[in-house]
Nanobody, 114 residues
């Protein structure tokens, strides 16, 4: 079983940056592909970025201004988001799939506003 915890969200002005972290309180993230999703009220969760054995992937909406990476020392995955836009406002979740089961954290709120 994997328990995930996201952190690093907050209020940031347009054009600003945030560093979101996905960590675990049980198990290790070391051997998993980690996905980042986001969700706004009334909408389905949408894919943002992922990191796995085949490298990294990004949604077109964040590609070029976001970087997903592993922090081996902290056994965490970091999503660095730059040039934030109002449309990036959402709750951000990290996700792993283990034995066919999807595990999610509680999410961290990102609000982009002047």
């Amino acid at each position: 079983q994997v328990q995930l915890v996201e952190s690093g969200g907050g209020l940031v002005p347009p054009g600003g940056s945030l560093r979101l972290t996905c960590a675990t309180t049980m198990g290790t993230l070391r051997y998993y592909a980690i996905n980042w999703f986001r969700q706004t009220p009334g909408k389905e969760r949408e894919f943002v970025a992922s990191i796995g054995v085949d490298g990294t992937r990004y949604a077109p909406s964040v590609k070029g201004r976001s970087t997903v990476s592993r922090d081996a020392a902290k056994d965490a995955v970091v999503l660095q988001m730059n040039e934030l836009q109002r449309t990036d406002t959402a709750v951000y979740f990290c996700n792993v799939r283990h034995d066919g089961i999807d595990y999610w954290g509680q999410g961290t709120q990102v609000t982009v506003s002047p």
